[in-house]
């Protein structure tokens, strides 16, 4: 990894993220890389976890075993999401395709850390990105009870409407609201999120977050329209 290091890409992560200790500066696309020439090794990533190194930080998520994450796991990496880029990686490439995925984001989004509700909302939308909430895929079409199983199994609509008004989950809720769209079973939760939207009371014109959150939610469910 020593060999891949970049000083001056090291020098901008350190400004763009000051929480860091230690940097190389190596591209998070080269880290993936060396990554798959290695089997996954979830007691490697624990370790991993635990250094300050950022791009061992990031090794964690992408070597990480995610068929052997555990509840316990998430202890060892609730520390790293200050750090915004591994609790993107986290959510992406690894928690989110553990069995215990939804258990896990629902866990988190009702956190009181904004780092760990952003991981919450991202985690869901990656899991519904690889289709790993299989009970969820499976649900009929169009079903208006699923909004009464969102909320119980995820968070309340009014809530997440909320986290739309805190600063760093505009774009997070953004990213959800385009996988709820385009999930068959999970368009009648689009539809109420939107419908929700047009009914706050501030919104003869929409604010500015709220807005784009209804675009995209609209968006999603017309691309959905055209999806064989």
């Given at each position: 990894m020593w060999h891949l290091r970049n000083g001056e890409l090291a020098a901008a992560i350190k400004r763009e993220d000051k929480s860091y200790t230690q940097v190389l500066g190596v591209p998070q696309p080269a880290l993936r890389a060396l990554a798959q020439d290695y089997a996954p090794n979830q007691p490697l990533a624990r370790e991993l976890v635990q250094?300050?190194?950022r791009e061992s930080l990031l090794m964690a998520q992408f070597l990480g075993d995610a068929m052997q994450f555990t509840h316990?796991?998430?202890s060892f990496w609730?520390?790293?999401f200050?750090?915004?880029?591994?609790r993107d990686a986290a959510c992406a490439y690894l928690i989110s395709a553990s069995p215990l995925a939804l258990q896990l984001a629902r866990k988190l989004v009702r956190q009181n850390e904004p780092a760990e509700r952003i991981a919450g909302v991202l985690l869901l939308a990656h899991a519904l990105r690889r289709g790993n909430l299989q009970a969820w895929r499976d649900l009929p079409k169009e079903d208006p009870t699923r909004i009464d199983y969102f909320e119980e199994h995820f968070l309340p609509l009014a809530q997440l409407l909320q986290l739309v008004d805190i600063d760093g989950l505009l774009q997070p809720?953004?990213?959800?609201?385009r996988q709820l769209a385009l999930q068959p079973s999970l368009q009648a939760v689009a539809r109420a999120l939107a419908n929700s939207l047009?009914?706050?009371?501030?919104?003869?014109?929409?604010?500015?977050?709220?807005?784009?959150?209804?675009?995209?939610?609209?968006?999603?469910?017309?691309?959905?329209?055209?999806?064989?």
């Open positions: 250094l300050t190194l316990e796991d998430l609730l520390p790293t200050r750090h915004p880029e591994v809720v953004l990213f959800l609201a047009v009914d706050l009371p501030d919104t003869a014109t929409f604010s500015s977050p709220h807005n784009l959150l209804y675009e995209e939610l609209t968006l999603g469910l017309e691309e959905s329209k055209t999806t064989p």
